[in-house]
């Protein structure tokens, strides 16, 4: 279970890497190119315009901005320079998360498990019990799966604010346990 220790360390780094951040923590940077962690972003910057239903056509959606476009293509040019491993990459079916999955990393897995506990078409809180599933499942393969989504499922499962295009890095211990390594900005790749 996510116990209450793994929530103060976790807190207690994100501050202190918060304070200096330049780039990803070193720590967080080494740890990832060995693949086997959850990387968790909250989908890159919108325009703030548009409405949230996945069954909306694209353009009635809230969209990436251009920022967030900027974002996405950013990430993936780091993970590349930094040979961060990614393996699987799954999203919330709204087109602003699997358009940053497309762009950062060329390839998205809609995934309805990732969608907001508070949305209408998600499953309320099973949603959170999926999500669980996915950041304490321990991945066979060698890369890290990433998963793009929204920030009320990090506020309601783990109390972790996530900003547009920020990431949480979680080790998976399974049986429903992971643990919190960090919090990265969209620019400190």
């Known amino acids: 279970m996510f116990g209450r220790r793994s929530v103060i ?15 990803a923590p070193p720590d967080v940077t080494r740890t990832l190119q060995g693949g086997g962690h959850v990387i968790y972003f909250r989908h890159g910057a919108t325009t703030w315009q548009g409405r949230d239903s996945q069954h909306w056509p694209r353009e009635e959606q809230r969209l990436l901005s251009e920022t967030g476009i900027a974002q996405s293509r950013l990430i993936g040019a780091r993970f590349r320079e930094m040979g961060i491993p990614v393996g699987d990459v799954r999203a919330s079916p709204f087109f602003r998360c699997t358009e940053m999955a497309e762009l950062a990393f060329g390839r998205v897995t809609p995934d309805d498990r990732l969608l907001s506990p508070t949305n209408p078409s998600g499953r309320g809180r099973g949603q959170l019990a999926a999500l669980r599933q996915l950041l304490s499942t321990p991945s066979e393969a060698s890369g890290n799966l990433v998963l793009i989504a929204h920030s ?36 400190d790749w």
């Open 152 to 187: 009320t499922n990090m506020q309601l499962l783990a109390g972790i604010n996530l900003k547009e295009g920020e990431a949480a890095v979680f080790r998976p211990q399974g049986e429903g346990d992971f643990s919190f390594l960090g919090q990265v900005l969209p620019e």
């Open 9 to 23: 360390l976790g807190a207690l780094a994100a501050g202190i890497a918060g304070c200096t951040r330049t780039a």
